[in-house]
């Protein structure tokens, strides 16, 4: 497996790496597209460089790239005062092999590379792409583990039947998933909506399933912290699933995405939060979504690259007090 720091060490003699050296990985991790390597890790990241299915402004399909290439070399998190990388085995499994133009050819890329991840027992981060990507990400945890709570941190529900009269878009992933049973209706939160879609159906459709949904209003009235804790009791002790989707925050802070809605969270509710989901309750997989990236210097990267790191942090956080995660069994 091709470890970028070691090589790095090798010819200069020391651990500093400038981070816009060398390979593109996420938080310059080593790097493998070999199945056999996923034995013993903890957790991989995953692109899903796709955004055939989006309905407003297009571009996220350069949001994984975007992303890695908003990492810095270090990992210790100063008010967890923990370091990821030395508590969890962490790789980067790089890209799905996904197919311009063919989006359902691109979801059985995605299902089966993450599927891979899940596999082995390691957990999936995958980096998006619009989206509709998470559908396939769910399915694929869920043939792992069973169906899965869901936290979804999102401006819009996604939660529509269909969207200009098509199934397969970005604004219907969960409903396929909870009417597929890969998510569990009754352990499913959303947090951060706000704005003018979807319209009363859909919302009806939510209520009469036990999905339950928190509005920025109620973020503003039991803040973060109160919303967060009543999200981890009613997804409760099951393996889970985290999606953010990042219009869940102000576009003051994250402008480079496809379908902005004033009104949302602060990064700084929006680390946090991600950071105690990923600590309390039993992932299986997580992604983060809709970052089309705007220039050099982006700062939706940025946010987005903050939230994996506030996620794995999260995971080493609930490693150091209860031990390791149980694995999925290794399929043969």
């Known amino acids: 497996m091709l470890d970028p720091a070691e090589r790095w060490r090798r010819y200069h003699g020391h651990d500093w790496k400038a981070s816009w050296a060398g390979l593109l990985t996420f938080a310059d991790l080593p790097y493998t597209e070999d199945p ?9 990241v995953v692109g899903a460089p796709t955004d055939e299915l989006v309905t407003n402004v297009p571009g996220t399909r350069y949001g994984p790239r975007a992303i890695r290439a908003a990492n810095t070399t270090a990992a210790y998190h100063l008010e ?46 995958v980096l998006g792409g619009d989206h509709s ?20 941190f999102d401006a ?4 529509a039947p269909t969207v200009y009269g098509q199934e397969l878009s970005h604004g219907t992933p969960m409903y396929r998933l909870v009417e597929r049973g890969h998510v569990a209706p009754e352990r499913y939160v959303q947090i951060g909506l706000r704005g003018w ?57 994250a402008p480079g995405t496809g379908t902005p809605e004033p009104g949302g969270m602060t990064p700084l509710e929006l680390l946090a939060a991600c ?22 210097v982006d700062r ?20 150091a007090a209860n031990g390791p995660a149980p694995r999925a069994p290794r399929a043969r």
């Open 300 to 319: 939706t990267a940025l946010v987005a690259e903050r939230i994996v790191r506030e996620v794995l942090t999260g995971v080493a956080l609930a490693r």
């Open 275 to 296: 950071r105690t989901v990923a600590e309390r309750l039993r992932l299986v997989g997580a992604d983060v979504v809709e970052v089309a990236p705007t220039g050099l």
């Open 156 to 159: 819009h529900t996604d939660t």
């Open 197 to 253: 879609w979807p319209g009363e159906a859909v919302l009806r459709w939510q209520a009469e399933r036990g999905i339950t949904s928190f509005f920025m209003h109620d973020v503003r009235r039991l803040g973060v912290d109160g919303v967060v804790e009543r999200a981890l009791e009613i997804v409760g002790d099951g393996p889970a699933f985290l999606t953010v989707d990042i219009d869940v925050l102000d576009p003051a802070f």
């Open 80 to 125: 967890a005062r923990l370091d990821w990388e030395e508590a969890l085995r962490v790789i980067d499994y790089g890209d799905a092999p996904v197919v311009p133009t063919d989006a359902a050819a691109s979801h059985a890329a995605i299902e089966a590379t993450v599927g891979e991840v899940a596999r082995a027992g390691a957990m999936p981060i």
């Open 133 to 152: 990507i998470t559908e396939p990400d769910v399915r694929a945890c869920a043939a792992a583990h069973g169906p899965v709570g869901l936290v979804h």
């Open 36 to 44: 056999a390597d996923l034995e013993g890790v903890d957790v991989a």
